[in-house]
């Protein structure tokens, strides 16, 4: 806030002011200023130079003007603009972190890193989660975690070892340069958090590995939906395949969602909520709405006419 009112006073009266956080509130800030009209957000992914995507972020006082203006810049910086609303996360990390968490739970219950990995990677994703977050790197999302009072007890334990990824040469893997390889003393540590919390080590199949990794990310991008954060479906299918590597060839995650079937996805998901005792695991009251009319997310896009 203090930075954007500094460049309030600095800056011309026209000057757009774009912030590219992911975790603060873009109306928090827009506010901070007397031009909340010209504030909005302009999310860039990393590494900046190489991804394509760009989240441009509508405040509530953002103008239409402003919006064009950040939409023409992306264009011309040779990025694949959307635009999102307010949220923590916007859309990209929201539905991110409904993966995080069951990635989390998955290694408490009987799954080791490198299974979960190989299963997301064999969908097509250029890498699984862990060894995402050992490229981005654990001490990152750890702070984050407690600022806000949250455990994660693998991932909490890996950094309180110091193990931040790829940069201290160990994280869920140990490395050997960027080679990711598997390392029994992260096992000893997912046993002993599981030990601790009473939770009975089972085998996990492949196929519940990735309802769990996919699944949960649908019924987000359901939520983001009813709540106006994206305007379309395909919005937040662009948002996946071009910022994190979702693979194009099965078009996002919602065109995925109804090639799979609505039912099957409310159905499981309705199995992991009861199991795990996680509310925002319950089907999204939009995903029960389709599921009920027997129709998909691609109902939801207005068709154009020809004229």
């Known amino acids: 806030k203090r930075v954007f009112a500094e460049l309030d006073r600095l800056a011309k009266p026209d000057a757009l002011l774009a912030t590219n956080t992911s975790t603060l509130d873009v109306n928090a800030i827009a506010a901070a200023t007397k031009r909340p009209e010209s504030v909005l957000g302009m ?68 799954a080791l890193p490198q299974e979960v990995d190989a299963v997301v990677y064999d969908f097509g994703f250029p890498m699984g989660p862990f060894a995402m977050s050992d490229l981005a790197g654990l001490d990152v999302g750890w702070r984050i975690r407690k600022a806000r009072g949250v455990k994660a007890p693998v991932s909490d334990a890996l950094c309180e070892a110091g193990r931040f990824g790829q940069k201290t040469g160990a994280g869920y893997y140990r490395y050997e340069g960027r080679t990711p390889i598997p390392d029994p003393e992260v096992e000893r540590i997912i046993a002993e958090a599981s030990a601790r919390l009473g939770i009975p080590r089972r085998k996990i199949s492949s196929q519940e590995i990735l309802e769990r990794m996919i699944y949960p990310m649908i019924n987000e991008g359901a939520r983001i939906l009813e709540e106006g954060i994206a305007m379309r479906p395909g919005d937040i299918d662009v948002v996946w395949v071009y910022g994190y590597g979702w693979p194009a060839w099965r078009g996002g995650p919602m065109f995925y969602a109804d090639s799979v079937g609505l039912r099957q996805i409310r159905d499981r998901l309705k199995e992991y909520a009861e199991r795990s005792g996680d509310p925002l695991l319950q089907p999204a009251p939009l995903l029960e709405k389709l599921v009920a009319e027997n129709k998909g997310f691609g109902s939801l896009t207005p068709q154009r006419t020809a004229t």
Do not use: W, Y
């Not at 859309?91 to 009987?110: K, P």
């Open 43 to 110: 999310h860039f992914f990393s590494p900046a130079n190489v991804m394509r995507l760009l989240e441009i972020v509508r405040g509530k006082a953002t103008s239409h003007q402003a919006l064009a203006t950040a939409l023409a810049i992306g264009k011309r910086l040779g990025k694949v603009p959307v635009v999102v609303g307010v949220c923590d996360g916007f859309v990209g990390n929201r539905m991110l972190a409904r993966r995080t968490t069951e990635a989390e739970r998955l290694l408490l219950e009987g």
